[in-house]
């Protein structure tokens, strides 16, 4: 078939090991692809368990691999197998590569983890660039603090593969806010290959229906989320004790667990909740940017994604941002409250409820991240198709996999070398 008229296979890889933000960031950037060009195919890999409960467009599939948690120690484990954890990533590192090798895509983005999860990503990634395939490293905003984020990376060797692998750096956020790779030794050649995009404006879905309990509160509320909520215990703790503090606080909140937050968390909360006639609360919605478009304001940890929809709706907000395992979140609410995006409340100087309820009563009179002139502040999703636009001009699939079966090349690709260094794009 022509080029013009041949389907377009877009790949996109994703660890998810926990929490939403990676296959959220990921879903969005999928339905846009296909939502610009209907000749636009793309398979997500993800070991998010939750990726079934999204939405996704026609063109949209999805391959889960079977899925990991992080322990507290900092080392992976199986999620639900009842196999060890170096059983589960040669499984995931094979279903990646197969993938790959069968999907012949005419693009590859990977999602913040540049080799994948504990490397996993390394044979696809190596694949794909003997095929001539365009590969691409998408970044959110903020990785973590330039330190922590330089040692990380020289202990997974990051930089040889931005190098000699990757084609393009997209880094979904604006250089005003942050520099992700700011303190990371890499060659001129990285640098040049960056882009900035913008960050990812979303929307509402075609069918954003409103939990029924939301339809029971008497006036306007404040939405409240912990993003996945596994470690969001402390931020619904502090909200509650505020209006257990203060109940004549004006406006009724909603509270949105996440579907990681511990089942004993979740029911003392709700608990402690129902005291209350102008609280409700949700374990999990799927369609969090409808709440957040009827919020008068919005208090959250401030993951990427939570900060996307709160610039995307024009909400109000305040931010506690987490700052373990990573800095992320604060380094994001720094930048944007200096710049009057947002308020922040830094919960590393105590949880006084007395502060939050003031916060809560305060919210309302805030000023909107629209009264900020910050060009360029949401056009991440139409730049995004832009560079993905020009990569599949001349789409590049490669051989079919039964033609490179059994053939001494396809048997070595899984274990070469890094391949030596390309010219950068500049």
């Known amino acids: 078939m022509p080029a013009s008229s041949r389907s377009k296979r877009v790949l996109i890889y994703s660890h998810d090991s926990f929490g939403l933000g990676h296959v959220?960031?990921?879903?969005?950037?999928?339905?846009?692809?296909?939502?610009?060009?209907?000749?636009?195919?793309?398979?997500?890999?993800?070991?998010?368990?939750?990726?079934?409960?999204?939405?996704?467009?026609?063109?949209?599939?999805f391959?889960?691999?079977?899925?990991?948690?992080?322990?507290?120690?900092?080392?992976?484990?199986s999620a639900n197998l009842r196999v060890g954890v170096e059983h589960t990533m040669e499984m995931r590192t094979r279903i990646i590569r197969d993938t790959a090798d069968i999907f012949?895509?005419?693009?590859?983005?990977?999602?913040?983890?540049?080799?994948?999860?504990?490397?996993?990503v390394g044979p696809a990634l190596r694949l794909l660039k003997d095929r001539g395939t365009p590969l691409v490293l998408g970044l959110r905003d903020v990785m973590d603090d330039p330190a922590a984020l330089a040692q990380e990376w020289e202990r997974k060797n990051v930089v040889p593969a931005l190098r000699d692998l990757y084609d393009e750096i997209w880094i979904y956020g604006l250089p005003q806010i942050n520099k992700p790779l700011t303190g990371i030794d890499v060659p001129p050649s990285v640098r040049h290959k960056t882009v900035y995009t913008?960050?990812?404006h979303r929307e509402l879905p075609l069918h954003a229906d409103i939990p029924h309990e939301i339809e029971e509160i008497d006036g306007p509320f404040i939405l409240v989320t912990s993003g996945g909520g596994g470690d969001g215990e402390d931020l619904v703790d502090w909200v509650i004790a505020a209006y257990e503090h203060d109940p004549n606080i004006p406006y009724g909140a909603v509270i949105v667990f996440g579907p990681f937050m511990s089942a004993t968390a979740r029911e003392a909360f709700k608990d402690r909740a129902a005291k209350f006639k102008n609280i409700r609360t949700l374990t999990f919605t799927n369609n969090l940017g409808a709440l957040m478009k009827r919020?008068?304001?919005?208090?959250?940890?401030?993951g990427y994604n939570t900060f996307c929809e709160i610039l995307s709706f024009d909400k109000r907000a305040i931010i506690v941002p987490r700052t373990k395992p990573r800095l992320e979140q604060f380094i994001r609410a720094r930048a944007a409250r200096n710049i009057g995006l947002i308020e922040m409340l830094d919960a590393d100087k105590g949880r006084d409820p007395q502060a939050m309820a003031t916060a809560l009563r305060q919210l309302p009179q805030q000023g909107l991240p629209s009264d900020v002139v910050v060009p360029g502040l949401l056009d991440g999703l139409g730049n995004v198709w832009r560079l993905v636009a020009k990569q599949l001009m001349n789409p590049h699939r490669g051989p079919a996999r039964l033609e490179a079966e059994g053939t001494a090349e396809s048997a070595e690709i899984a274990d070469q070398a890094i391949v030596p260094p390309t010219r950068a794009r500049t």
Request: aromatic share 6%.
């Open 24 to 61: 959220s960031r990921c879903r969005t950037i999928a339905n846009a692809l296909v939502e610009a060009d209907e000749s636009v195919s793309v398979l997500i890999l993800s070991g998010s368990p939750m990726i079934g409960s999204y939405e996704f467009h026609s063109g949209i599939d």
């Open 198 to 200: 913008g960050y990812l």
């Open 104 to 120: 012949r895509p005419d693009l590859f983005i990977v999602d913040k983890e540049p080799l994948g999860l504990r490397g996993e």
């Open 63 to 77: 391959v889960r691999v079977p899925g990991v948690v992080k322990q507290l120690s900092g080392e992976y484990d």
């Open 295 to 302: 919020a008068a304001g919005v208090v959250a940890m401030g």
